[in-house]
């Protein structure tokens, strides 16, 4: 595979593979010097047309510390809000040779559209596109759900049945979620009142909820995560529901609802939070929320997606070389970050 654009680019091994290098990842990330010279001498271009924090530094963290030259790419206060298009931005970043491309981008299909288009020859990597997809995020939750919840590498998340609340319409991470969850062998159920449910929700492969309480009292069987939603405002041109305080209380995550779920069950937010409505501060803040490991375990992963997609003859020693692409075993993969080392 050359590009991540969806998690539909992922079956099952590949999937567990990119889980399994980010493990071995996150593992040179606990040493004092945490880079690694696999991407040396590579380019990688943050191209970014919506704001971001979170996405965006760890794209360039995860970059950095594999070695790699970043360029980071804001549409404010470039030639873009002069009115420059997408393909004489990326034939730009061509020209200045580009080998991997990190798009966010407000209109769905953007990536895909730069990764056929022949406009660059470089890797192209999802950050988000629209209310589209969102397959690092995917994968970095599917990460921290394994190391909580099943702690082997090499195994998928089947068995586990995650709860996904909130505004699922806007959502990007949940179109991605339910897909590479579905994939690793997880049972989903999405919660959200009827009007932030899409058109065509029955098609997934998940089960939908209109209550709240119900779910979390394994109204589908027992719960082993919850992941809250943040409420989209930016992208609601109309009211979706009565009031925030009628959101918050049918479909926030408060201290009541924290104690319907079982001892080992995790809470987890993509971020950033609108804490007091989808999501309380206590709720936030409990022993069980692994909503900032999200954030160092999507440096990790992000690491795995460069290095698979980047790595090849070039960085990989020379008597066990990996193909370039996410077809890499995890194995070899392994071996080779050992024989690395940091430098």
Request: with cysteine.
């Amino acid at each position: 595979m050359r590009h991540l654009l969806s998690t539909a680019d992922l079956d099952r091994d590949s999937a567990v593979t990119i889980l399994d290098v980010a493990e071995q990842m996150s593992v040179t990330q606990q040493r004092e010097i945490k880079k690694l010279p696999t991407l040396r001498g590579r380019t990688v271009v943050n191209l970014f047309f919506e704001d971001s924090t979170r996405t965006r530094i760890s794209f360039e963290a995860a970059a950095k510390r594999l070695s790699a030259d970043v360029i980071n790419f804001s549409a404010r206060g470039s030639s873009v809000s002069k009115g420059e298009s997408l393909k004489d931005t990326a034939l730009t970043l061509e020209a200045m040779g580009a080998d991997a491309v990190v798009v966010r981008h407000p209109a769905s299909g953007a990536p895909h559209r730069l990764a056929v288009s022949g406009w660059t020859r470089g890797c192209v990597v999802n950050a988000g596109d629209g209310t589209h997809e969102h397959p690092t995020q995917a994968l970095l939750d599917a990460f921290t759900l394994r190391r909580h919840l099943v702690g082997e590498p090499g195994t998928d998340l089947a068995g586990l049945r995650v709860v996904l609340v909130g505004d699922v319409l806007h959502s990007r991470v949940a179109r991605s979620g339910v897909r590479l969850l579905n994939t690793l062998g997880a049972h989903v159920t999405l919660v959200a009142p009827p009007t932030l449910l899409p058109v065509g929700v029955g098609t997934w492969p998940c089960a939908t909820s209109y209550d709240l309480d119900a779910a979390l009292q394994g109204e589908h069987g027992r719960v082993d995560a919850v992941m809250m939603l943040r409420v989209q405002r930016e992208r609601m041109n109309a009211a979706y529901f009565p009031s925030a305080r009628e959101y918050s209380r049918r479909y926030g995550l408060d201290a009541r609802r924290l104690g319907m779920l079982p001892e080992r069950a995790v809470v987890m937010h993509p971020g950033p939070m609108n804490r007091g409505l989808e999501i309380s501060a206590q709720a936030a803040d409990c022993p069980r929320s692994t909503i900032v490991e999200q954030v160092s375990n999507g440096v990790s992963v992000r690491m795995a997606v460069l290095y698979l997609l980047l790595s090849g003859e070039r960085s990989a020693p020379p008597d066990r070389a990996p193909t370039p692409g996410l077809t890499v075993s995890a194995g070899r993969t392994a071996r080779d970050l050992t024989a690395g080392g940091a430098r």
